[in-house]
T-cell receptor, first 111, second 112 residues
Framework: AQRVTQPEKLLSVFKGAPVELKCNYSYSGSPELFWYVQYSRQRLQLLLRHISRESIKGFTADLNKGETSFHLKKPFAQEEDSAMYYCALRSGETSGSRLTFGEGTQLTVNP | DTGVSQNPRHKITKRGQNVTFRCDPISEHNRLYWYRQTLGQGPEFLTYFQNEAQLEKSRLLSDRFSAERPKGSFSTLEIQRTEQGDSAMYLC??????????FGNGTRLTVT
């Protein structure tokens, strides 16, 4: 079974501080990992995926298979980063298979 | 707006009534997913279609729930004999091949 754990439900930082949202997963195969973000009153949207190895809005995430983690990081948080962040996993073997989501972390960036 | 569209946005119903939600995916997407989200939880998978074929159903999808995608385009999710525990946000998402899922705004169901 695949499982995603986000240990922090709430995370609060000050503007300009570094931020790290933790994500751990359990899956026996080769996973695809994603971060989705939901801003207030907006739909859930993709932030980044591990296979792209890109930085979006200053955020990066590295897949660490040894630690089964996919933590989301940003060196200098901005107030507009305040949102709900969900880590998600998809089986890498089955095309089109479902995403399994974590419970989410509410990030608040204070001025 | 060419994104995923869900109707209605809100639905309030009395316990025991039937409800139906509609999802219109992004037109070129062949895969369509339904998820349910309750307060404080991440989205939970319900079911998935590839074109018109329903390929996977979660154990969360009881006999009172049925989903269809008759022509491989829009989809409907029906809940029969609603219960208070069905109150949640119902999310639809679509994708193409191995591209990420694009979500709609959801339908918020309240069962009184």
């Amino acid at each position: 079974a695949q499982r995603v754990t986000q240990p922090e439900k709430l995370l609060s930082v000050f503007k300009g501080a570094p931020v790290e949202l933790k994500c751990n997963y359990s899956y026996s195969g080769s996973p695809e990992l994603f971060w989705y973000v939901q801003y207030s009153r907006q739909r859930l949207q993709l932030l980044l995926r591990h296979i792209s190895r890109e930085s979006i809005k200053g955020f990066t995430a590295d897949l660490n298979k040894g630690e089964t983690s996919f933590h989301l990081k940003k060196p200098f948080a901005q107030e507009e980063d305040s949102a709900m962040y969900y880590c998600a996993l998809r089986s890498g073997e089955t095309s089109g298979s479902r995403l399994t989501f974590g419970e989410g972390t509410q990030l608040t960036v204070n001025p | 707006d060419t994104g995923v569209s869900q109707n209605p946005r809100h639905k309030i119903t009395k316990r025991g009534q039937n409800v139906t939600f509609r999802c219109d995916p992004i037109s070129e997407h062949n895969r369509l997913y339904w998820y349910r989200q309750t307060l404080g939880q991440g989205p939970e998978f319900l079911t998935y279609f590839q074109n018109e074929a329903q390929l996977e159903k979660s154990r969360l999808l009881s006999d009172r729930f049925s989903a269809e995608r008759p022509k491989g385009s829009f989809s409907t999710l029906e809940i029969q004999r609603t219960e208070q525990g069905d109150s949640a946000m119902y999310l639809c998402a679509s994708s193409s091949d191995r591209f990420p899922l694009h979500f709609g705004n959801g339908t918020r169901l309240t069962v009184t």
